[in-house]
């Protein structure tokens, strides 16, 4: 059997498995409500007064910071709590094609969540007109995000079989990501250094960084690779992690 | 089918296998024996290609378990220790997974799950989701599980844990009916299992292999195999020793029962060979005594007896330190 058609079994049974419990309708019902929450209590939607996505997008760095991770922390810590690891990883399979497939039905998961905010595109649509392309590109970078978190999850629920303890290592190495690029954390690097390359050294592996120029409605390249890179990286390490349980 | 070589892992400083080596051919049932943690399923692990050994090798079907991982693990199919399943989905949609995962498909991929749900008993449940299953049912699907692509090699870690009397024993008539034509590994704590499905037997104790032959031979191992039993009625048991230990080629005679209505004696012949031969003497003695004789059989001798001896010292000594 050919890889491809592997990943697509691993993806199709960890998709199912979502929909097999109530996790992931409480998930996407909590996501819609808080999403909704962000964009029009706490992101001033109206006092904006202009028709963008932007307090809609803005938020999203944190509301993934804790919604990503509880969907990736049974990723692997469950396989192995409950023994199914043995089972997986002595079919023909190889690891890397059970991690891509976990990895890659995870992220469909979750843009299926995302895609379910499309009531807020055409609310801006039907109140006023917003450059589509802006919102399109913010999609964009907003599932680069949340792979990128998601890549994250997936790496610390294979270093553990409790979840809780996945969680929440997951959580802490994603806001890394998001406060070395906050606002109030380089404006308080700036003025402890009087090295300007170190605040851009230290923005330049955050999210929020990488995460803007979506929302202003341009690719970069360069935010692409960051997000690939971050999502390429752990995977690999979660490789590498499986791996050394397994060699004891 | 299976080469094992000289498989050995340490996990840090602990030593769980030491240079096991054996081979199990097609037609063969190998019956795993040890005492828990004697290195049965870290065996076993290594041989389904889930840990990789820290020297040695393992060959199955010609294939390299670490070197050419997939095609080996194709003829391979496995059934973990406990029986992991994925709670989360149903017994039909587990085993139409696994079956997808092995590469069938169509009508093949439904003929196999077909095929296994008939022969693990699991039509009632098929639709159920499998965290609400019995343990037996549970059991029996990852059973299932591990024959869905028909495979040429099994490995069963405690097949029958947590069944019931009569499940135990379909399970065994289905381990021995395909050990007819499959090379089948299966590790168990019930003794009589491995007498009754087994065609050879290993036992394992702290990671090395301490016996390895067919139940009968090893059963010959054991203290009372070639001890031949003897029952008399109306002869009290101490004339009863008394005149058997006459007879040539007795090497001791031990009291069992003592009682008017049937005495019985144990009689140790001086070599295990000659027991048959000692046997007919003490028929003949019987016969000129004018005894009525109500048993008389050579003893087989007893797995567990050979089991405790092999590995029961060792344990202890464990247990002390």
Known sequence: MNSFS?????TKRELSGYFAS????????????????????????????????????????????????????????????SGTMELLLTMPITPWQAIVGKFVASWMFLALALALTFPVWITVSYLGSPDHGVVLTSYLGSLLLAGAYLAISCMTSAMTRN?????????VMSLFLILAGWPPVTRLLDQISDNPRLV??????????????????????????????????SLFTTSIIIRSHRAG | ?????????????????????????????????????????TTMRMITGFIPPSSGSVSVGGHDIVESAIPAKQLIGYLPENAPSYNDMTVHGFLTFTAEIRGLQGMELKKAVHRVVEMCFLEGVLHQSIETLSKGFRHRTCFAQSIIHNPEVLILDEPTDGLDPNQKHEVRTLIRRMGET???????????????????????????????????????????AGAITFKVQGVSAQILKEKAS?????????????????????????????????????????LQEKWGVEELHIEEGRLDEVFRTITLPETVQEGRK
């Open chain 1, 163 to 171: 979840q809780v303890v996945s969680f929440i290592l997951s959580v």
């Open chain 2, 182 to 224: 499959k090379a089948i590994i299966f590790s168990t704590h019930i003794l009589e299992e491995v007498e009754s499905v087994c065609s050879r037997a290993i036992i394992i104790d702290r990671g090395q292999v301490v016996a390895n032959g067919t139940p009968s031979e090893l059963k010959m191992r054991s203290e009372l």
């Open chain 1, 22 to 81: 109530p996790v992931a309708y409480v998930f996407i019902v909590i996501f819609l409500l808080l999403a909704g929450f962000f964009t029009f209590m706490a992101g001033g939607f109206f006092e904006r007064n202009e028709a963008s996505l932007l307090s809609f997008f803005l938020w999203h760095p944190w509301l993934y910071l804790f919604l990503v991770p509880s969907v990736g922390m049974r990723l692997w810590s469950e396989e192995r709590r």
């Open chain 1, 6 to 10: 592997v990943i697509k079994t691993i």
């Open chain 1, 200 to 233: 851009e050294t230290v923005a330049a592996f955050s999210v929020m960084t990488h995460f803007e120029g979506f929302q202003k409605g341009t690719i970069d390249l360069r935010d692409i690779v960051f997000f690939a890179a971050i999502i390429g990286f």
């Open chain 2, 246 to 286: 006459n007879v040539q080629g007795v090497r001791k005679v031990l009291i069992v029962k003592d009682d008017p209505i049937g005495s019985i004696v144990r009689i140790y012949p001086n070599s295990k060979s000659a027991a048959e031969v000692l046997a007919g003497a003490l028929g003949n003695m019987a």
């Open chain 2, 1 to 41: 089918m299976i080469k094992v070589q000289n498989l050995t892992k340490s996990f840090g400083p602990k030593l769980a296998v030491n240079g096991v080596s054996f081979t199990v051919e097609r037609g063969e049932v190998l019956g795993f024996l040890g005492p828990n943690g004697a290195g049965k399923s």
